[in-house]
Every structure is written in C-alpha cells, then in structure tokens.
C-alpha cells in the first residue's frame, strides 16, 4: 500500500510564503511524475504544478507562475512546492499526486495516488 503524506500547509498572510512537503512510503519505491494540485470551495480541482523526477520537466498553471515553484527530493519519491507571494485566491486544500507515467499528466485521472490533502489559508 501507497501512502502520500503532505505536511507545511497553514495560515499565512498575503504576500507571504509557504512551503509544502509530500513524501511517500510503502511499497513504490518511486514515482516518475509527481504534482500539486489544489480545490478551494465550491471549485474543481485543478493542477497547480507537476515535475517529471528523472528529468525534472515541469508544468505550472498559470495562475502561480512565477510566484511557485515545484521541486523533487534526492529519491524519486518527495516533490515539494515553495509558494511566495501568496494571495487570497490561492486559498484551497492542496493535494499531493503521484503517478508511475512519464508522461506528466496535467488531468487529475492521470495520477493513481493521492494524499489526504493540507489547508491552505491566505488572509489578512
């Protein structure tokens, strides 16, 4: 069994920063694309970004661009997500999704592993 477990998420204030965390465990020992996605109220989910862990090619919505930034760990099984500049539309429960494909998937089908997701509240 797969296990993704998001951690760093919180309360910040516009223009300030977060960064998330995603790591794996159990019995996949790597992904080859991981990503973020996020769902704020009453929205569908939507891809923030993702990163192929080999080549370390990336996508971003371009609603962050510039302001994000996805990144992989040394094993090919933690991605992370450095979010500056943030602002109240980015308010939203960010996922954490995994996928063995190369293909970097940008629809929430393309990924077959999923974390419990971590708030994300931007308010003065």
């Known amino acids: 069994q797969v296990q993704l477990v998001e951690s760093g998420g919180g309360l910040v204030q516009p223009g300030g920063s977060l960064r998330l965390s995603c790591a794996a465990s159990?019995?996949?020992?790597?992904?080859?694309?991981m990503g973020w996605y996020r769902q704020a109220p009453g929205k569908e989910r939507e891809l923030v970004a993702n990163?192929?862990?080999?080549?370390?090619?990336?996508n971003y919505a371009d609603s962050v661009k510039d302001r994000f930034t996805i990144s992989r760990g040394n094993a090919k099984n933690t991605v992370y997500l450095q979010m500056n500049s943030l602002i109240p539309e980015d308010t939203a429960v960010y996922y954490c999704?995994?996928?063995?494909?190369?293909?970097?998937?940008?629809?929430?089908?393309?990924?077959?592993?999923w974390g419990q997701g971590t708030q994300v509240t931007v308010s003065s």
């Open positions: 999704a995994a996928d063995l494909s190369t293909r970097l998937g940008t629809k929430s089908e393309d990924y077959d592993y």
């Open positions: 990163i192929n862990t080999d080549d370390g090619s990336t």
């Open positions: 159990g019995n996949i020992f790597y992904f080859n694309t």
